[in-house]
């Protein structure tokens, strides 16, 4: 009895937001114009999306950052590119934050590491996006936009999935690689997969082979799932060609197979 209560109320809620964030036919096409790696996505799939991001901008608090502006295309763009991840998943998946944080260009950020000898070391990163635990998101919209991809393929670079595909891995409290799984067994299955594949990526990107993911998803198992996040989206043949089991562990969480479109 509570649990039709409960989805009834939910129910309600959503329709609520639904109407109060309807994305518009024009504003929808042309965001979609935009994102390539969605133009064979059949139309079903298309509307629960649309659907979602209606949910998403309902539910997310967007600010702009040193005067930059956020507006429906910037909004929507962002809702878009998250959503896809958890179209079958769900968005409550991304119910532990609200904010999200953009700049209009990357941020540079002033880091400091000890090392082993007790020696600080500065340094200055600059980043196209960071997801914190608990929020907020940030995102670069120049990077956004993948204007300033000259570093990666621009085929395969999507922020948007990268820093989401984050919020995924942290929700069992920990950046590892390892997103929130039902039971011990599944994760000793999960690691099973991701730690050979890590492995050997890491020994193509030492002996200077090109790779599909790019090669700064060497630098810890939480980066590669993020980078094989994006090109699990945005280049899925040439992933699922080069690491099929990769493919397969992703196409099995995502419950998605974006390489048959
Ligand atoms: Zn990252």
Same mark, same amino acid.
Request: aromatic share 10%.
């Given at each position: 009895m509570?649990?039709?209560?409960?989805?009834?109320?939910r129910?309600?809620r959503?329709?609520?937001?639904?109407?109060?964030?309807?994305?518009?036919?024009?504003?929808?096409h042309?965001?979609?114009?935009?994102?390539?790696?969605l133009?064979?996505?059949?139309?079903?799939?298309?509307?629960?999306?649309?659907?979602? /991001?209606?949910?998403?901008?309902?539910?997310?608090?967007?600010s702009?950052?040193?005067?930059?502006?956020?507006?429906?295309? #910037?909004?929507?763009?962002?809702?878009?590119?998250?959503?896809?991840?958890v179209?079958?998943l769900?968005?409550?998946?991304y119910d532990?934050f609200?904010?999200i944080?953009?700049?209009?260009?990357?941020?540079?950020?002033?880091?400091?590491?000890?090392?082993?000898?007790?020696?600080?070391?500065?340094?200055?990163?600059?980043?196209?996006?960071?997801?914190?635990?608990?929020?907020p998101?940030?995102?670069?919209?120049?990077?956004?936009?993948?204007?300033?991809? #000259?570093?990666r393929?621009?085929?395969?670079y999507?922020?948007?999935?990268?820093?989401f595909?984050?919020?995924l891995?942290?929700?069992?409290?920990?950046p590892?690689?390892?997103?929130?799984?039902?039971?011990?067994?599944?994760?000793?299955?999960?690691?099973q997969v991701?730690?050979?594949?890590?492995?050997?990526?890491?020994?193509?990107?030492?002996?200077?082979?090109?790779?599909?993911?790019? /090669?700064y998803?060497?630098?810890?198992?939480?980066e590669?799932?993020?980078?094989?996040?994006?090109?699990?989206?945005?280049?899925?043949q040439?992933?699922?060609?080069?690491?099929?089991?990769?493919y397969r562990?992703?196409a099995?969480?995502?419950?998605?197979?974006?390489?048959?479109y």
């Amino acid at each position: 009895m509570i649990a039709r209560w409960w989805a009834a109320l939910r129910q309600r809620r959503d329709q609520r937001s639904l109407e109060r964030r309807a994305i518009g036919d024009e504003l929808w096409h042309s965001t979609l114009a935009t994102l390539p790696f969605l133009a064979n996505r059949p139309v079903p799939d298309l509307a629960r999306l649309r659907r979602m /991001a209606s949910l998403f901008l309902d539910r997310k608090e967007f600010s702009g950052a040193g005067g930059f502006v956020v507006d429906d295309t #910037t909004a929507l763009s962002v809702a878009v590119q998250a959503c896809l991840p958890v179209l079958e998943l769900g968005i409550d998946q991304y119910d532990a934050f609200v904010g999200i944080v953009m700049h209009a260009d990357a941020v540079v950020a002033e880091r400091e590491v000890t090392d082993e000898d007790g020696v600080v070391h500065r340094y200055d990163e600059v980043l196209a996006g960071e997801a914190m635990e608990g929020g907020p998101v940030m995102l670069s919209w120049a990077d956004v936009l993948g204007a300033d991809s #000259t570093e990666r393929p621009a085929t395969a670079y999507n922020v948007v999935i990268h820093e989401f595909a984050h919020v995924l891995d942290m929700r069992d409290g920990q950046p590892d690689g390892v997103p929130l799984l039902s039971s011990a067994k599944e994760r000793e299955a999960w690691l099973q997969v991701l730690t050979p594949e890590y492995d050997r990526f890491c020994e193509r990107v030492v002996c200077g082979y090109e790779t599909v993911l790019d /090669a700064y998803a060497a630098e810890s198992p939480d980066e590669f799932f993020a980078v094989a996040s994006e090109a699990f989206f945005v280049t899925p043949q040439a992933l699922k060609e080069e690491q099929p089991a990769l493919y397969r562990l992703l196409a099995s969480y995502f419950r998605q197979d974006p390489a048959a479109y």
